[in-house]
């Protein structure tokens, strides 16, 4: 793989950018792997990757039944942040968004991450007492954020509107080092050292059939053949209860369609990310100037991946009292993601009742900033049997009661 650099593109450009390699191999399958990586999403490749620089495990397929990154890994909003009440779930996301930090650097790949910060508005005094105790709790956990005041977040923040008579802004909860990265170069950095180790990334690849001997995995049916292996990893977000069907077992999950919008692009008039969980809607801008807004969730389980009328009004009416400019602008595009939720809010990285079959699934509406920690914690997993980062979140805990409710930090879309 050649390295990407300034020398790089000078040195292409002579040569009318005729000598670029692939960024990444299209090989055909192979007839086994040591591992099987079901879903070609930010998940997925974060733990090939993974499993390869931190356990040097690279016989290895990702398979993606459609395009790379064409599920919720192109279809979220990039909102980075690590602010969880929880000690697993604030492990798990602040080593994720240190991993965001050097991941450029790491893949050598722009996946240009901006730590802008993110301000998670208290708009009545149940949000307030909430985010101070979130606060108390990420001090003892390590993780640096703070209550602020109506006007530091006015500061921040000059078009937003302070003074509202519906939700009036009371404070809020910051986090300095959080931020957005670029969905899409998230997992094209990943697929390019995926196939740079000697993975392949195969791509309009479903998988049709989990095939088992007994009680363990032996490979997987797909519509380009069959393929054995030693183990399996089922990352697929929204048709986890799906492809966990396949291997003979059900999950505590429901998926439902999560909306997002766009608006035409305007001058930098923010540069932080703002989430209001009374309102249920966020935005932050991005770098060519949309204002990118998100919701909440359909109320009902559906597997459609467009936008809806009714979620456009309820999110941008109530987003218009809080930021005023946004009734001025026009809408780009709307697009959904289908989202697999948790009674307790909180994912499942997990052993299944097959043996050799891996399960990361359940982030519901906060998948993305968890990206690279997933990978690291799932990687770790599947090559040791267990990772300290996912020792809380078995499927296990649903049967004996032991949940991690994280229905405040993540109760919106974000």
């Not at 977040?153 to 003074?163: A, E, F, G, M, S």
């Not at 990265?181 to 479903?206: F, K, N, P, T």
């Not at 003979?248 to 001058?267: C, N, Y």
């Not at 959904?336 to 939720?341: A, K, M, S």
């Amino acid at each position: 793989m050649k390295r990407y650099s300034a020398f790089a593109i000078a040195r292409e450009a002579l040569r009318y950018h005729t000598g670029w390699d692939r960024a990444w191999r299209a090989p055909e399958p192979k007839p086994h792997y040591d591992v099987i990586i079901i879903g070609g999403g930010g998940h997925g490749l974060a733990t090939a990757y993974h499993l390869g620089k931190n356990h040097g495990i690279t016989n290895v397929a990702i398979l993606e039944k459609g395009w790379l990154g064409g599920g919720n890994t192109g279809r979220n909003t990039t909102i980075i942040r690590s602010n969880y009440l929880q000690d697993p779930s604030a492990a798990l996301y602040e080593k994720s968004r240190s991993l965001y930090e050097t991941m450029s650097q790491d893949l050598n790949y722009n996946v240009m991450f901006s730590p802008r910060g993110v301000i998670m508005l208290a708009q009545t005094q149940h949000e307030v007492r909430g985010y101070q105790r979130t606060a108390h709790a990420n001090a003892l956990q390590g993780v640096k954020t703070e209550f602020i005041s109506p006007d530091r977040v006015k500061q921040l923040v000059p078009i937003i509107n302070i003074d509202g008579p519906r939700y009036p802004v009371l404070g809020g909860l910051w986090q300095a080092r959080g931020g957005t990265a670029r969905h899409d170069a998230v997992a094209w950095g990943y697929a390019r050292a995926c196939s740079d180790m000697g993975m392949d990334v195969i791509q309009q690849c479903e998988v049709t059939a989990i095939k088992r001997d007994g009680g363990k995995v032996t490979g997987v049916s797909t519509t380009r053949g069959e393929i054995t292996c030693g183990k399996v990893g089922i990352v697929v977000a929204g048709n986890s209860g799906h492809v966990a069907g396949l291997a003979g077992f059900r999950l505590p999950i429901e998926s439902v369609a999560l909306q997002a919008l766009v608006s035409e692009p305007i001058k930098p008039c923010m540069d932080v990310v703002v989430m209001a969980n009374t309102v249920h809607g966020y935005m932050s801008q991005s770098d060519k100037g949309e204002m990118v807004i998100g919701g909440g969730t359909d109320g009902y389980n559906n597997y459609t991946q467009r936008g809806s009328f009714h979620h456009i009004e309820e999110t941008v009416r109530a987003l218009v009292e809080t930021f005023p400019m946004v009734s001025r602008l026009k809408m780009l595009r709307q697009w959904g993601g289908i989202v697999d939720i948790t009674g307790d809010r909180s994912p499942i990285l997990s052993k299944t009742p097959v043996d050799g079959v891996f399960i990361n699934c359940g982030w519901g509406t906060g998948g993305f900033k968890a990206t690279p920690g997933s990978g690291w914690a799932m990687a770790e997993l599947m090559a040791k049997g267990r990772s300290p980062l996912t020792d809380a979140f078995g499927l296990e805990r649903f049967r004996e009661g032991r949940f991690i409710d994280e229905s405040v930090a993540a109760g919106v879309a974000h």
